[in-house]
Antibody, heavy 115, light 107 residues
Framework: EVQLLESGGGLVQPGGSVRLSCVAS????????MSWVRQAPGKGLEWVSG????????YYADSVKGRFTISRDNSKNTLYLQMNSLRGEDTAIYYC????????WGQGTVVTVSS | DIQMTQSPSSLSASVGDRVTITCRAS??????LVWFQQKPGKAPKSLIY???SLEGGVPSKFSGSGSGTNFTLTISSLQPEDFATYYC?????????FGGGTKVEIK
């Protein structure tokens, strides 16, 4: 059974930083691209960033380019999202999703950017 | 970037109704389209990938069709557990993009 468990969310001040983690199990992690997708309160889904299985390819939405960095450690079956220069509009539930087509999702971790 | 336009943004339907949701891509995406269902407080769940392939365990009342720029999700007979928000997403190219969502409510 595929499991994705996100962590690292919380309350952070504008301009601050946070690193999200997503621990994967139940599949060969290194064989799959992974994504981060967020959902602001009461809003729709927004793709944030993606990474290839090897980690050699990384992709970002324009809204986070230059501020967020996606990475993975295949030896630890873990996906990361380093989020810097956070803004109020980054407040959202952050989900990790398996594969480019999002076949499986974690339960999400909440990031709140507020002073 | 590829824009995904979903319609309608909301609809009211009765149990037993046939429901169709449309998703249009701003450029051709072949069949690289997935449909998600999301219920309040829950993570999205994939229903259909490659435009028309049913995910394992998803009931056959859900079906998808289309290729290129025009796609549809059909629920053949709406049941109480189907009231939710539905999203399309293209995975033809990065950045991946979602439609705005369709909220299916009880009439």
């Amino acid at each position: 059974e595929v499991q994705l468990l996100e962590s690292g969310g919380g309350l952070v001040q504008p301009g601050g930083s946070v690193r999200l983690s997503c621990v994967a199990s139940g599949f060969t992690f290194s064989s799959y691209a992974m994504s981060w997708v967020r959902q602001a309160p009461g809003k729709g889904l927004e793709w944030v960033s993606g990474i290839s299985g090897s980690g050699g390819g990384t992709y970002y939405a324009d809204s986070v380019k230059g501020r967020f960095t996606i990475s993975r450690d295949n030896s630890k079956n873990t996906l990361y999202l380093q989020m810097n220069s956070l803004r109020g509009e980054d407040t959202a539930i952050y989900y990790c999703a398996k594969d480019i087509r999002g076949g499986d999702w974690g339960q999400g971790t909440v990031v709140t950017v507020s002073s | 970037d590829i824009q995904m336009t979903q319609s309608p943004s909301s609809l009211s339907a009765s149990v037993g109704d046939r429901v169709t949701i449309t998703c249009r891509a701003s450029q051709g995406i072949s069949n690289y389209l997935v449909w998600f269902q999301q219920k309040p407080g829950k993570a999205p769940k994939s229903l259909i990938y490659a435009a028309s392939s049913l995910e394992g365990g998803v009931p056959s009342k859900f079906s998808g069709s289309g290729s290129g720029t025009n796609f549809t999700l059909t629920i053949s007979s709406l049941q109480p557990e189907d009231f939710a928000t539905y999203y399309c997403q293209q995975y033809n190219s990065y950045p991946l993009t979602f439609g705005g969502g369709t909220k299916v409510e009880i009439k």
